[in-house]
């Protein structure tokens, strides 16, 4: 189902944000009279068995402080908005409560809070309505999954369940970073969650994309974030922009059913915005193979698999991911947010003592070199 928006309603929204129609990733010079005519066009596609009908675009609202940007996102037609209890340490929710005001009705709210004990979940989710100043929450995340046994974790679902019969969450699922494929089959295994959320792009193993295929198959809805594969702004590309040719591979896949980019500005926005409107091509494909062999030792796929390789215990992929926020995203304090967040078991003390680190990546991935700058980083 595609609906399309007024082109020069789009223009004055675009030239109000101060970024003007193809600045935002189709330069002058590569424009033909054939996309300078298309119009911006919001699409839409089916959340798995939620029904939920959601643009192709959501808007990862993480690390927005502005709530004129994600109000713009409303203006444009953009109907799904991700945020989190713990996003700007709990002010993230507000923020995205302020921007869609009355509009609040007409999108789908996706939140997330971390997993405890049941009272810790069900307060959590009190607080999240809260913040967002509703009634209710389209859809709750338990916040970053990683084993098969904890998406079976039954007094976590009965927190869920308990919050849906009461009218609080109307579809549920969670997050995950690391060991994705392994636990999106446990969700189709279990038949509980309604949703994944899961860090998915170009770069990663085949047996993820697999896997949300079966889930599609089994109506679990799978929505899509980290989709810029780290968003290096420093990569050696000749200029070149490889985010929205790594947007549209996301989308390229039907089984997805929406894409999270974290936008902050109106640029990143209207730039992320123009995908919709356009096909994955050939040029698409140089670009992110381009993009792929410099990016290939410094990004992590979050396969899990040198999990257990460090004796002492040391969350390696976790710590990339945080590595990833500061040099990819340019975030520090959402980089130092997530390491800190790591048990002490698990986060870099170890690696002071180590005489070299031997943990080896099956995707090529200079996992001793991105440990020693997250040392330089976080320790």
Not at 129 to 156: C, F, P, Q, T
Not at 231 to 254: C, F, I, T
Not at 287 to 294: F, I, M, N, S
């Amino acid at each position: 189902m595609t609906d399309r928006i007024n082109r020069r309603s789009f223009l004055k929204n675009a030239t109000a944000a101060g970024v003007l129609l193809g600045m935002g990733g189709i330069p002058a010079s590569a424009q033909t009279p054939e996309n300078q005519k298309r119009e911006p066009a919001v699409r839409y596609r089916k959340l798995g068995k939620t029904g939920l009908q959601m643009s192709i675009l959501g808007y990862g609202a993480m690390r927005t402080s502005d709530p004129a940007v994600i109000r713009h996102g409303v203006d444009l037609g953009i109907n799904n908005f991700d945020t989190a209890r713990r996003y700007m340490d709990g002010n993230n929710e507000e923020i995205l409560a302020k921007a869609l005001g009355d509009q609040r009705k007409k999108v789908v709210i996706t939140t997330k809070i971390p997993v405890g004990t049941s009272e810790r979940m069900a307060a959590d989710i009190e607080a999240s309505l809260k913040a967002l100043n509703s009634d209710y929450i389209d859809i709750l995340l338990l916040h970053g999954l990683k084993r098969d046994d904890e998406v079976a974790n039954e007094a976590w679902m009965e927190v869920l369940a308990a919050a849906k019969k009461a009218g609080k969450i109307r579809f549920a699922g969670f997050s995950t970073h690391n060991n994705m494929a392994g636990t999106i089959r446990a969700a189709i295994k279990g038949q509980f969650f309604d949703v994944v959320l899961a860090a998915y792009n170009f770069k990663c193993e085949p047996d993820l994309t697999a896997a949300i295929s079966e889930a599609a198959s089994a109506g679990l809805g799978i929505i899509a974030m980290k989709t810029q594969a780290g968003g290096y702004e420093d990569a050696r590309m000749g200029g070149l922009s490889p985010h929205q040719a790594a947007l549209k591979w996301v989308l390229n896949n039907p089984n997805v059913s929406c894409a999270i980019p974290a936008m902050v500005t109106f640029e990143q926005l209207n730039e992320n915005f123009l995908v919709m409107s356009g096909p994955f091509g050939w040029i698409d494909r140089k670009t992110l193979d381009r993009y792929g062999k410099v990016i290939d030792s410094r990004l992590c796929r979050f396969c899990n698999r040198c999990a257990g390789q460090c004796a002492a215990g040391v969350a390696i992929s976790d710590i990339q991911r945080c590595l990833m926020y500061a040099e990819g995203y340019g975030d520090e304090e959402l980089a130092h947010t997530a390491y800190a967040e790591l048990a002490p078991t698990a986060n870099l003390a170890a690696c002071r003592a180590c005489p070299g680190c031997t943990a080896h990546c099956h995707n090529g991935v200079d996992i001793a070199a991105n440990l020693k700058r997250a040392m330089q980083r976080f320790v």
